[in-house]
């Protein structure tokens, strides 16, 4: 309920509980009848602050349990960070066993070795990431282990993954052709079933010592850690001094927004209300068919070329054709936004079978970012200015930012996030300049993984904030003030962070607000956010194609809020999941829209 949402003002969530609770007493009640022995429940909420209130919610809930008539014993989880200043409340509970993450936050161990509260609790530890697919530090393990075996009995401590195995991918020996994972790179790594197989080293390493079967594993692990440190498919000495040189003044602009906003103008030439699209077209199945064809050797690089080279053209010959303002070359080479930028950046790798759930039934295979990140060659100039070469119209270009292609991988953790980051961003800063230099004069730069990388605690929100977006910066701000730089986010709540949208300073914003009907502006209006922003007038999340008086209601919203000159006309979100037909017919109503609003507006500007 506490990461719930309500719709009515006012409402408290937590007045549901008490016809919430029977349901559960229900379910535990079936659970135990199954001859079930541990009902592990999850509260991950437990690793946020919580007030008072919501403390109160909680133990009378884990109250309500203890009451229900059952054999089973109850495990409490909870991962992603320490219980903070929900310690004593956890411990404090009518539970079996309580689990804690070691791996994100060790130092709650020595509290609750030092509250004495535990009683005869087990207490479960998350030694192996469960987060992550890096091999797990033996060594470090033992330690911790070593300090609960001083304080507790060994059959009062449990050894787990610190989270849920859900978000790693299944099985490392299924690369086993897998080039890219020579085995320099592979013995750095585990994914599921091997942190099922570290954990059981450790058991062994803890209850029988280092003796012979155990000490080889032993160092191995340890030889494996060691190579990393120094392995040079991992350390690039020049990146690491790029971005130890970067200076306040790599993050900043010529000049400020307003004196870019009348070069951008000028140069430009614009009419109000500029119509656009956020990168991606139809992706059809031949598209998809073709791309899988190539991939496999059944289609040669050059017919591959000619496809994509076809499929751009005519993008850009419709575009024409409906006569949006700024074009885009739609993307028809990406599989996927971030996947497109991994195969061809330095440090990061591929899997052939690392699939993790993303949301719902949708899957992803993250790269792994793995060593010091850079480009080695441009890797969108190709078809950006192939389509700017065949059109007298403004053609777009499309990347993806630094946080967002840090935020769908797995991470190095043998660095800070922050300077992983900040590689990442050089890489994408040398991309826009190329992109610059081959004409190209409307960049956006993709971002809508920004709010996702939010720390569970406020108090944390800041420092997160500040690195994520001086990345940002970093590769937005190489470009001169004429040349003008977009960035999108999909759905997000933009109430608690608008002022660091703001200080992102892109030079136009697009976002997606059809559906809320321009709800999503209101952090924007109270802000005076005072840049230019592309609300989404097309709901590109559903086939259904909006008609020119629901799109000019929703611009006649926007234009209430913001000066004309600041806004732009744009779906919601890439077409990459539509088909042409409800495309065409939509992208029509869109242009006849804004068409209309100039109209409209025309004398009063
Ligand atoms: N440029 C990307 C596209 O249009 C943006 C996708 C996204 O926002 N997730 O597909
Ligand atoms: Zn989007």
Redesign the pocket.
Known sequence: MLLGKENEEGFNRLELLDAILPIYQQLILDIDKQGVEFLQIDEPILATDLTVVEQQAIKRSYDYFSTIKVGLKYILANYFDGYGKNLELALKLPIHVLHIDVVRCSLQLDDILETNLLGDKVLSLGVVDGRNIWINDFEKSLQLIQKAQAKLPDDQIWLGTSCSLLHVPYDLDLEVNNTQLNNEVKQWLAFAKQKLQEITVLKQLVVNGKNDETVALFIKNKSANENRKLSTLIHNNAVKQRVANLTLADSERTSQFSIRQELQHKALKLPLFPTT?????PQTKEVRQTRAKFKKGEVTQEAYDAFIQQETEETIRFEEEVDLDVL?HG?FE?ND?VEYFGEQLEGLLFTKFGWVQSYGTRCVKPPIIFGDVSRSEPMTVRWSSYAQSITKKHVKG?L?GPV?ILQWSFVRNDQPRSVTCNQIALAIRDEVRDLEHAGVKII?I?E??LREGLPLRKEDWKTYLDWAVNAFKISASAVKDETQIHT???YAEFNDIIESIAHMDADVITIETSRSEMELLKAFVDFEYPNEIGPGVYDIHSPRVPSRAEIEYLLDKASSLFPYKNIWVNPD????TRDWPETKSALKNLVASAISMREKVGSTV
């Open positions: 699209t956020i990168g991606s077209f885009v993307e990406r936004m499309m993806t967002t956006q993709d809508p993984a999108h986010m999909c979100c890439g077409l990459k």
